[in-house]
């Protein structure tokens, strides 16, 4: 039974045109409950505005669990500038580095959306020369220019700009002839995707899972919580379906399924990974086992909530980790293989 691929780059290049900062997950939401009820999958809200979905299996009194997160990466207004230029806060982990000269846009607290680009306060090198290089990105040194005709603070709050505003980046989508997908915020709405054309496949094939599933979609992962509560309580399997870092001294690439052996959190269970390795073996799929940093999970999350659960981390390799990211259709082929393989199996490791 094959996932389908149209489904899912289809799924996730809707997904990533949603803006979605951890924080303000609303409209996302909204798309994922709907695309479940499309599908036929019962699904459950939690306080936090996360979603579980269940597919009940031939035995309940253990049961597997798979999450994914649709909260990204973002930033808020932090400052309106005397000049009607804004100073931003991020949210998640990354570097302004990463988003400068990106176009973005600040959602009020009525609904109105005003774009605007992300620039040094040194931009122009034909004003501040070599010191437009030199200078660092930081939250200080970078501002946004919005595209309204505003020169002063008071002009910015007349169009209803506050601080406070979430401010979102424009993903680029872009899907290529040769099977890359290039975009912000593949972590981890690739993922997502992935679990619903996972599900879709199940509703489509009837096939009854030797135990019961429950499919997480999180929304505040960037921020550390995303899938750390509201978990089931028959669950004794976590598997977290997140991004693999692609970048020197490792062994995970754009075309195949990462298996995580250890982040910053620590080491993942040692069985539960050798089984999915094993599975990725015996299905001839293209896979790496890897180590991260400076990585974390909602699966260790769960941990240090203090769930007694075994966990494991999988995901498709993307390059350029929060940053303008880059993927393949195979790398999204190859997780959803290695999802299905699993979920089928009957070993269950506690």
Not at 29 to 43: F, H, I, N, R, S
Not at 198 to 211: C, D, I
Not at 216 to 239: H, K, Q, R, T
Request: hydrophobic share 35%; aromatic share 6%.
């Amino acid at each position: 039974m094959n996932v389908s691929t149209a489904y899912m780059v289809q799924s996730f290049c809707q997904l990533a045109n949603i803006p979605s900062p951890s924080g303000n997950t609303a409209k996302v939401m909204a798309w994922v409950a709907q695309e479940l009820e499309q599908l036929g999958v019962q699904y459950k809200r939690t306080n936090k505005g996360a979603i579980v979905a269940t597919v009940p299996g031939a035995r309940d009194d253990k049961a597997r669990l798979l999450t994914a997160h649709v909260d990204t990466l973002g930033a808020m207004i932090k400052e309106i500038k005397s000049n009607g230029r804004l100073k931003l806060t991020l949210i998640g982990g990354f570097t302004f580095h990463a988003i400068e000269g990106e176009h973005c846009t600040v959602e009020t607290a009525s609904g109105r959306l005003v774009t605007g680009t992300i620039l040094s306060t040194k931009a122009s090198v034909h004003v501040y020369g070599g010191d437009a290089g030199k200078a660092e990105r930081t939250d200080a040194n970078m501002e946004v220019r919005l595209d309204e005709k505003v020169t002063n603070r008071e002009q910015v709050q007349e169009l209803g700009i506050s601080v406070g505003d979430f401010v979102s980046f424009d993903p680029r989508v872009t899907v290529t002839d040769s099977g890359f997908i290039k975009s912000r915020h593949i972590d981890d709405k690739a993922s997502v995707a992935i679990l619903l054309g996972v599900l879709k496949a199940l509703r489509e094939s009837g096939q009854q899972l030797p135990y019961t599933t429950h499919f997480f979609i999180s929304n505040n992962e960037e921020i550390g919580y995303g899938g750390n509560s509201s978990i089931p309580a028959n669950v004794v399997e976590y598997v977290a379906v997140d991004m693999g870092a692609i970048g020197d001294g490792q062994t995970t690439d754009e075309y195949g399924v990462s298996i995580c052996a250890k982040d910053s959190s620590g080491p993942y269970h040692y069985g539960l990974r050798s089984h999915l390795t094993r599975l990725a073996q015996e299905n001839g799929l293209n896979y790496a086992v890897d180590i991260y940093p400076f990585y974390g999970s909602d699966a260790s999350a769960a941990l240090r909530a203090g769930y007694d659960i075994v966990h494991g981390l999988i995901g498709p390799g993307v390059d350029a980790s929060h940053s303008h990211e880059r993927t393949h259709t195979e790398a999204l082929e190859n997780t959803a293989k290695l999802i299905m393989a699993y979920l089928a199996s009957e070993e269950m490791q506690a």
